[in-house]
């Protein structure tokens, strides 16, 4: 018999641990940190063990990974997309030396090209004679899902190769973002009130993954390409074809083919795709360590991406072909990483701050601590629900984690090492900016300020109407709208726009050229159309999508009049959004915010398309067979409107080929030609 408080407990885990799944692979938003995340599933596996009798299919023990979005198609890799076997120290480095060694069973020199391990998510990208087809992330290694339409917005992926390329070249690689771009995507996500990314991998999958390509375009993801799938076919003169880390056996034509990965870097660098950079040659495998302790320190702070380890790769082909793999991994690479660093420092104090929406967030103070090359001194601690899972106190040593990402976790605490002086976290009854009753909605962990005047509120709301997809006011940062709201000077967004070079002047170390500039900043801002200006606004639940729906549908007056029922008659505005916009603009703070912003001459007019939606521009389409959602008629109509062409013919110069049913000879042309060819699914998500 399992005692009924174990039962318990395991199926709470159990309920965790899958809601976890859910969110991580599902929505792309996983809600703790990886370690905390193992320690769950390590807790349950143990309770398993010693309570065999609980043992259940559905526990999450007996699944390997989650489930793969419905919202992809799945496709199969022509050839396994396999992984690397990881060593974590130096000693490991040199038993798998040992090993290709023992298996090659000759002396030969091995010289070695290592490359930072990105931690991206892995992608292959087909290119047919030169022309980008598909693009499908990795899976289970068989089947991965087919993000075509995504990858194709993301300006840094070449849509063309440059000449030297093989007829077929299913090129693999990392897709990530630069620490920048990452740190520029949470900071308007803070802005807008909604939940940051827990790192830049999580975020890239996140910006990859998206129904809508228009936002994957935005988020300026970058592609590393590192190994191959398949190089197929003569291009130049005749040759003997490499066997990359995974290649493709079957298929040994070419011409001109690289013999070596430091060769292959850079014939795919010569075809315009981006390579991992900085790469090492080494000769020895002494030389490969000194790589590796070197990285950690001196080359990772510096990357600006994020990287795991390093990946020391067997530079010549021909020793990889006698390598050849094992079922998971090729024997010619090595993933060395470096274990995730845990350092304990101490809970100085636990402050609170206030979001946009008048969210309550508890944030560590810690003593400051090194931490895989940067000092930290604070760190979220999300809510008091993540609180109470760590036992936290103040005063308590606590591990902090922060494993080649760029925030750092509190994962735990060292309870050993309580004296008796440590003391409870206590639940702020009043909002720590104004002072004012806190509330906690039904339902949500969160506790939230009410008080629309609350200054760290309408500081947060300010640096989101001025924020890049907002109003755009260069110049009007954290520490300007500090000085403006503190002052008095400004109590809504309205304010901003009656600022004077004096007013601003007033505020300490605000100089002549910067006030200047900034009022001009302002002055500009009050032509961005509508649909930034609602965004900016910061209604809950309107994102940039739902105001540029918006903007297309009402004018500002007219929408600040709207009923829920006008609202939701409208495509895509369901009726969260509906009754949210309707009950923002009743608000008495903005009742008499919508008439100053009007005379402060903002285009409140109606747009006839949402901002910049020409995302088609200069590219051509020719359609073949017969489309099931759409009449021929109304698939033309639609990418004209989005600034393509419509035309009959099939050349080189066309962009894409979209065959429905029954396509005719264009598709062969197509074909013939290297030009893109979308089914119907793919052309609806491009030309939505
Ligand atoms: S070579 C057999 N080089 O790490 C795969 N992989 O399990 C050969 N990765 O999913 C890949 N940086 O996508 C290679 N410089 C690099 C890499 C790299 C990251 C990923 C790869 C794979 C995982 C290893």
Same mark, same amino acid.
């Given at each position: 018999?399992?005692?009924?408080?174990?039962?318990?407990?395991?199926?709470?885990?159990?309920?965790?641990?899958?809601?976890?799944?859910?969110?991580?692979?599902?929505?792309?938003?996983?809600?703790?940190?990886?370690?905390?995340?193992?320690?769950?599933?390590?807790?349950?596996?143990?309770?398993?063990?010693?309570?065999?009798?609980?043992?259940?299919?559905?526990?999450?023990?007996?699944?390997?990974?989650?489930?793969?979005?419905?919202?992809?198609?799945?496709?199969?890799?022509?050839?396994?997309?396999?992984?690397?076997?990881?060593?974590?120290?130096?000693?490991?480095?040199?038993?798998?030396?040992?090993?290709?060694?023992?298996?090659?069973?000759?002396?030969?020199?091995?010289?070695?090209?290592?490359?930072?391990?990105?931690?991206?998510?892995?992608?292959?990208?087909?290119?047919?004679?030169?022309?980008?087809?598909?693009?499908?992330?990795?899976?289970?290694?068989?089947?991965?899902?087919?993000?075509?339409?995504?990858?194709?917005?993301?300006?840094?992926?070449?849509?063309?190769?440059?000449?030297?390329?093989?007829?077929?070249?299913?090129?693999?690689?990392?897709?990530?973002?630069?620490?920048?771009?990452?740190?520029?995507?949470?900071?308007?996500? *803070?802005?807008? +009130?909604?939940?940051?990314? @827990?790192? $830049? #991998?999580?975020? !890239?999958?996140?910006?990859?993954? %998206?129904? &809508?390509?228009?936002?994957?375009?935005?988020?300026?993801?970058?592609?590393?390409?590192?190994?191959?799938?398949?190089?197929?076919?003569?291009?130049?003169?005749?040759?003997? *074809?490499?066997? +990359?880390?995974?290649?493709? @056996?079957? $298929? #040994?034509?070419? !011409?001109?083919?690289?013999?070596? %990965?430091? &060769?292959?870097?850079?014939?795919?660098?010569?075809?315009?795709?981006?390579?991992?950079?900085?790469?090492?040659?080494?000769?020895?495998?002494?030389?490969?360590?000194?790589?590796?302790?070197?990285?950690?320190?001196?080359?990772?702070?510096?990357?600006?991406? !994020?990287?795991?380890?390093?990946?020391?790769?067997?530079?010549?082909?021909?020793?990889?072909?006698?390598?050849?793999?094992?079922?998971?991994?090729?024997?010619?690479?090595?993933?060395?990483?470096?274990?995730?660093?845990?350092?304990?420092?101490?809970?100085?104090?636990?402050?609170?701050?206030?979001?946009?929406?008048?969210?309550?967030?508890?944030?560590?103070?810690?003593?400051?601590?090194?931490?895989?090359?940067?000092?930290?001194?604070?760190?979220?601690?999300?809510?008091?629900?993540?609180?109470?899972?760590?036992?936290?106190?103040?005063?308590?040593?606590?591990?902090?984690?922060?494993?080649?990402?760029?925030?750092?976790?509190?994962?735990?605490?060292?309870?050993?090492?309580?004296?008796?002086?440590?003391?409870?976290?206590?639940?702020?009854?009043?909002?720590?900016?104004?002072?004012?009753?806190?509330?906690?909605?039904?339902?949500?962990?969160?506790?939230?300020?009410?008080?629309p005047a609350?200054?760290?509120?309408l500081?947060?709301r300010?640096?989101?109407?001025?924020?890049?997809?907002?109003?755009?006011?260069?110049?009007?940062?954290?520490?300007?709208?500090?000085?403006?709201?503190?002052?008095?000077?400004?109590k809504d967004a309205a304010?901003?726009?009656?600022?004077?070079?004096?007013?601003?002047?007033?505020?300490?170390?605000?100089?002549?050229?910067?006030?200047?500039?900034?009022?001009?900043?302002?002055?500009?801002?009050?032509?961005?159309?509508?649909?930034?200006?609602?965004?900016?606004?910061?209604?809950?639940?309107?994102?940039?999508?739902?105001?540029?729906?918006?903007?297309?549908?009402?004018?500002?007056?007219?929408?600040?009049?709207?009923?829920?029922?006008?609202?939701?008659?409208?495509?895509?505005?369901?009726?969260?959004?509906?009754?949210?916009?309707?009950?923002y603009?009743?608000a008495p703070g903005v009742l008499s915010l919508?008439?100053?912003?009007?005379?402060?001459?903002?285009?409140?007019?109606?747009?006839?398309?949402?901002?910049?939606?020409?995302?088609?521009?200069?590219?051509?389409?020719?359609?073949?067979?017969?489309?099931?959602?759409?009449?021929?008629?109304?698939?033309?109509?639609?990418?004209?409107?989005?600034?393509?062409?419509?035309?009959?013919?099939?050349?080189?110069?066309?962009?894409?080929?979209?065959?429905?049913?029954?396509?005719?000879?264009?598709?062969?042309?197509?074909?013939?030609?290297?030009?893109?060819?979308?089914?119907?699914?793919?052309?609806?998500?491009?030309?939505?």
């Amino acid at each position: 018999m399992i005692p009924r408080k174990i039962r318990e407990e395991i199926e709470k885990l159990r309920r965790e641990i899958l809601r976890l799944d859910k969110l991580y692979y599902e929505e792309d938003k996983p809600a703790v940190p990886d370690s905390a995340y193992d320690g769950l599933l390590a807790k349950l596996k143990a309770l398993e063990e010693k309570y065999p009798e609980s043992r259940a299919p559905e526990s999450p023990t007996q699944r390997v990974g989650g489930r793969p979005s419905a919202a992809f198609k799945p496709v199969r890799h022509a050839v396994a997309m396999l992984s690397l076997d990881n060593a974590f120290s130096e000693a490991e480095l040199r038993e798998w030396e040992e090993r290709l060694r023992r298996f090659l069973r000759r002396e030969v020199p091995i010289h070695y090209l290592i490359e930072p391990k990105i931690d991206g998510l892995s992608c292959a990208l087909t290119f047919e004679k030169g022309v980008l087809v598909a693009a499908a992330t990795r899976g289970d290694g068989e089947t991965g899902e087919d993000v075509t339409a995504n990858v194709l917005a993301i300006k840094s992926v070449p849509k063309r190769l440059k000449a030297g390329f093989p007829e077929v070249l299913e090129v693999r690689g990392e897709i990530f973002l630069r620490v920048e771009d990452f740190e520029r995507i949470n900071a308007e996500a *803070a802005a807008a +009130g909604d939940e940051p990314f @827990v790192n $830049a #991998r999580n975020c !890239a999958a996140g910006s990859l993954r %998206q129904k &809508d390509p228009a936002v994957t375009a935005r988020r300026r993801l970058r592609f590393f390409a590192h190994s191959y799938g398949i190089w197929r076919g003569a291009v130049q003169a005749e040759g003997r *074809a490499p066997s +990359g880390p995974s290649g493709d @056996v079957s $298929a #040994r034509r070419g !011409a001109g083919v690289p013999e070596t %990965q430091r &060769d292959f870097l850079r014939r795919l660098e010569s075809m315009g795709l981006a390579v991992p950079e900085p790469v090492w040659g080494a000769s020895t495998i002494e030389e490969a360590a000194a790589v590796y302790r070197d990285f950690k320190t001196r080359i990772l702070p510096k990357l600006g991406y !994020a990287a795991d380890g390093i990946v020391v790769k067997v530079d010549s082909f021909k020793l990889r072909a006698e390598l050849g793999e094992t079922a998971q991994s090729p024997r010619c690479a090595l993933a060395v990483k470096y274990p995730a660093e845990a350092v304990k420092t101490k809970l100085l104090d636990v402050e609170f701050s206030v979001g946009r929406s008048g969210v309550v967030t508890p944030v560590a103070k810690l003593k400051p601590v090194f931490c895989s090359g940067v000092t930290v001194s604070s760190a979220t601690l999300h809510n008091f629900d993540e609180i109470r899972r760590l036992g936290l106190k103040i005063g308590d040593t606590v591990w902090l984690e922060r494993a080649g990402e760029v925030i750092p976790h509190v994962v735990g605490t060292a309870k050993e090492e309580r004296t008796g002086s440590e003391r409870p976290i206590v639940e702020p009854k009043s909002c720590p900016s104004c002072g004012g009753p806190l509330s906690r909605e039904e339902g949500f962990v969160a506790l939230r300020c009410d008080n629309p005047a609350c200054p760290a509120q309408l500081k947060r709301r300010l640096l989101h109407f001025a924020s890049r997809p907002g109003m755009d006011i260069r110049g009007l940062g954290e520490a300007v709208v500090d000085g403006l709201v503190d002052s008095g000077r400004v109590k809504d967004a309205a304010d901003i726009y009656g600022l004077s070079i004096g007013d601003l002047l007033e505020i300490p170390l605000f100089k002549d050229k910067k006030a200047r500039n900034l009022v001009g900043e302002i002055a500009e801002s009050k032509s961005r159309p509508l649909a930034r200006l609602l965004f900016a606004l910061g209604i809950p639940h309107v994102g940039e999508k739902a105001a540029g729906i918006l903007a297309e549908h009402l004018s500002l007056e007219e929408l600040a009049r709207a009923k829920p029922e006008d609202l939701a008659s409208i495509p895509e505005i369901g009726d969260v959004m509906s009754r949210a916009a309707v009950d923002y603009f009743r608000a008495p703070g903005v009742l008499s915010l919508v008439p100053r912003l009007k005379a402060a001459g903002l285009d409140f007019k109606r747009m006839r398309r949402p901002a910049g939606a020409k995302p088609l521009a200069g590219k051509t389409f020719v359609f073949t067979g017969g489309l099931r959602s759409l009449s021929r008629e109304e698939a033309e109509s639609r990418v004209k409107t989005l600034g393509a062409k419509a035309v009959a013919s099939v050349s080189r110069k066309t962009s894409y080929v979209v065959a429905g049913e029954d396509p005719g000879s264009k598709l062969d042309r197509a074909k013939a030609l290297g030009v893109p060819v979308l089914g119907e699914k793919e052309f609806l998500e491009l030309a939505k």
